[in-house]
């Protein structure tokens, strides 16, 4: 069962922007906190942006001032726009949601199958 599905991926040139979509269930986006990570062709999958359960927001020092995470309540998405974008941005992305109980300890944990964003030329 499909219950996050990410957009908006493509080719753009270097400096160009994009943004990324991720649309989930209600029930998920008002019980998870959300992230974007990606992975780069030989590496491991890697935080990129996210929020935590106070709703504050963390980038990796690699995107930072360049990458936005935000949330639409009424459309249940969180976005991710991709400015300045460079090479090494190259990377499947994905949408990410982790719930969490009472004793901080992760409970349920929920992927999207990914966009290609790919930066060249």
């Known amino acids: 069962q499909v219950q996050l599905v990410e957009s908006g991926g493509g080719l753009v040139q270097p400096g160009g922007s994009l943004r990324l979509s991720c649309a989930t269930s209600?029930?998920?986006?008002?019980?998870?906190?959300m992230a974007w990570y990606r992975q780069a062709p030989g590496k491991q999958r890697e935080l990129v942006a996210a929020?935590?359960?106070?709703?504050?927001?963390n980038y990796a020092d690699s995107v930072k001032g360049r990458f936005t995470i935000s949330e639409d309540n009424a459309k249940h998405t969180v976005d991710l726009q991709m400015d300045s974008l460079s090479p090494e941005d190259t990377a499947v992305y994905y949408c990410?949601?982790?719930?969490?109980?009472?004793?901080?300890?992760?409970?349920?944990?929920?992927w999207g199958q990914g966009t290609q964003v790919t930066v060249s030329s």
């Open positions: 209600a029930i998920i986006f008002s019980s998870c906190a």
């Open positions: 929020f935590n359960s106070l709703g504050k927001t």
């Open positions: 990410n949601a982790a719930r969490y109980n009472s004793y901080g300890a992760r409970v349920a944990q929920y």
